[in-house]
């Protein structure tokens, strides 16, 4: 089994088609922290952004 790993994403709220507008380029040893990378991405943005996971 390879190790899982997660990436933070976030894409426009308003955008239909959902297209990343942003992923962080770390591997992420659980979704939790790669949540917490996104949020504090957000943080600095202050727009209709969402975060996903992948
Ligand atoms: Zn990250």
Do not use: I
Request: with cysteine; charged share 25%; aromatic share 12%.
């Amino acid at each position: 089994m390879p190790p899982l790993v997660y990436r933070a994403e976030a894409y426009e709220e308003a955008d239909r088609f959902r297209e990343c507008k942003w992923g962080c380029a770390h591997d992420h040893e659980s979704v939790e922290h790669a949540f917490n990378c996104g949020v504090a991405w957000l943080n600095d943005q202050a727009d209709g952004t969402a975060v996903q996971m992948a």
